[in-house]
């Protein structure tokens, strides 16, 4: 396992698959480093790659306007993705890209040692929770594995395409407010 430095150093000078070669910037993550909690989205979009942060877009904004309905923000957890380069015109990143990345990944878990892992839309999920996972049928849901409760919410992308699933939404970031109280993680 890398130190946070060593980490962060390897990804910038990444060239493990061909996302590489459009990125502006390696988009490495951002937030406490000794969080319990935990985002995880499915890759940077073109705000993110051109800031090298992730979730500063629209949907950025959206997710820190869900975060504070719970008393979280950029502060108190930590926000990464599957993968660290932007797809081209923001597509699902392939499966040989996330296999590209998912060491990195794996290692932020490893020195953050979160509680609670949420997956912001499909592809996390898909990645970190089950290879057949449903989040139109599962979103909310809670499992454990190692230790570590996982759940998934939609993208904050989805629910700028399709405000009618925010009431859906607002119910699964209650239940990680109760999660959260349930583990002594927050009053």
């Known amino acids: 396992m890398l130190n946070w430095q060593e980490l962060e150093e390897k990804c910038q000078s990444c060239t493990a ?3 590489c070669e459009t990125r502006h910037n390696v988009v490495f993550g951002v937030g406490d480093r000794n969080a319990d909690v935990m985002f995880v989205g499915e890759g940077p979009g073109e705000q993110e790659d051109l800031k090298g942060e992730p979730f500063v877009g629209p949907a950025g904004q959206l997710l820190d306007d869900m975060l504070s ?3 979280i923000d950029r502060t108190n957890c930590y926000i990464a993705n599957i993968v660290k380069c932007r797809p081209p015109r923001n597509r699902d990143p392939q499966e040989p890209e996330q296999d590209a990345c998912i060491g990195y990944l794996r290692n932020q878990f490893a020195l953050i040692r979160p509680k609670v892992v949420v997956c912001l839309g499909r592809i996390a999920a898909l990645r970190l929770i089950s290879p057949d996972y449903r989040i139109t049928r599962e979103h909310g849901q809670w499992t454990q594995r190692s230790g570590i409760w996982f759940t998934a919410l939609y993208h904050p992308s989805a629910l700028l395409r399709d405000p009618s699933k925010r009431p859906e939404t607002f ?15 927050r009053s």
């Open 17 to 19: 698959c061909p996302l």
């Open 69 to 71: 309905i719970i008393d």
């Open 171 to 185: 119910d699964d970031l209650l239940s990680l407010r109760e999660k959260l109280k349930e583990l002594g993680l």
